[in-house]
């Protein structure tokens, strides 16, 4: 059984671009939520997944988007990158997404972003 | 706005003895709180958790309890081990809305 996986581990993009984030959902895990974790934060909650679906979307703007594939894998979007968007971004995947799916979420190592 | 918050950045303890970490929240509307524990260049896991009807919620070596009144909950280890060493993030739940804290770097010196 592999554990949540990200890629990349690191990257650089400069401000105005755009960037796109994988994750690879623990096997039978069918919900994939997203974080962004600034240097010295907790992780903020960006949004969830749940079988392809939007299912939640915390305080962040459109420019923030997903995507959730049949094999419940998941991207996360983000257009017209700031300063502020360099982060660690955390996907966690759960075989639930009700009923405090908190607990069953499986975190993966994250992909360092740094914007210039 | 921080609606979770753990005031202290880094806790030092003896082995052997107890470690209390502790956060604080300001929304009345959260009914469930977790602990996570995060070791360098690895994601969260989730250590334990309390509803929002309990006060007290215990687990081998970690108790976490919770004042509704002063919103305010903690984290007990007894006893402290030095695996026990990591970043300690509460969190808090209402609905699909989740919030972390912004950790506490706990060392436990042998």
């Known amino acids: 059984e592999t554990g949540v996986t990200q890629s990349p581990t690191h990257l650089i993009k400069t401000r105005g671009q755009q960037v796109t984030l994988r994750c690879s959902s623990q096997s039978g895990h069918n919900t994939v939520s997203w974080y962004q974790q600034a240097l010295g934060q907790g992780p903020q909650f960006i949004f969830q997944y749940y079988r392809e679906e939007e299912n939640g979307r915390g305080n962040f703007p459109p420019r923030f988007s997903g995507l959730q594939f049949p094999n419940y894998s998941s991207e996360l979007n983000v257009n017209a990158l700031e300063l502020d968007d360099s982060a660690l971004y955390l996907c966690a995947s759960s075989p639930k997404r009700g009923g405090n799916f908190q607990e069953t979420q499986y975190f993966g190592p994250g992909t360092r972003l740094l914007v210039l | 706005d921080q609606q979770v918050k753990q005031n202290s950045p880094s806790l030092s303890v003896q082995e052997g003895r107890i470690s209390i970490l502790n956060c604080d929240y300001t929304n009345s509307m959260f009914d469930y709180f977790l602990w996570y524990k995060k070791y360098p260049a690895e994601g969260p896991t989730f250590l334990i958790s309390?509803?929002?009807?309990?006060d007290k919620n215990e687990d081998g070596r970690f108790t976490v309890f919770l004042n509704k009144s002063a919103k305010h909950l903690s984290l007990h280890i007894v006893p402290s081990q030095p695996g026990d060493s990591a970043v300690y993030f509460c969190a808090a739940a209402t609905g699909n809305q989740f919030y972390f804290g912004t950790g506490t770097s706990l060392t436990v010196i042998p």
């Open positions: 309390i509803s929002s009807i309990k």
